[in-house]
């Protein structure tokens, strides 16, 4: 149980860094830092883009329904972050751990 338990917290710990990735490319590619039409920017601006945006497509739906514009400054990452974290904490700390250690 503890080998589900690690991998469990695993996933959710590298999800969260794909999404600090996804956020620090943005900012890469907003400041032009870095060029998207470079092949190995845009394969890893790609990978991260489709791994993110089922999460924070939604997200970014519901805070444009209820907040309206923002100017322009996208929260969706630290509301998904934010979510991802009590999901891990939910799972692993409350659901797993006490199946695994006992009561």
Do not use: C
Not at 17 to 37: A, E, H, P, Y
Not at 85 to 96: G, M, N, P
């Amino acid at each position: 149980m503890e080998a589900v338990i690690w991998l469990v917290d695993t996933i959710f710990r590298i999800y969260f860094w794909i999404l600090i990735g996804q956020v620090v490319m943005s900012w890469l590619v907003s400041f032009k830092i870095v060029d998207t039409r470079q092949p190995i920017v845009h394969q890893v601006g790609r990978f991260l883009w489709q791994v993110t945006e089922p999460v924070l497509g939604p997200i970014r739906k519901l805070l444009s329904k209820f907040l309206g514009n923002l100017g322009g400054i996208d929260i969706s990452p630290i509301i998904a972050i934010l979510a991802l974290e009590f999901l891990r904490r939910f799972i692993v700390d409350t659901v797993l751990a006490p199946l695994a250690y006992g009561s």
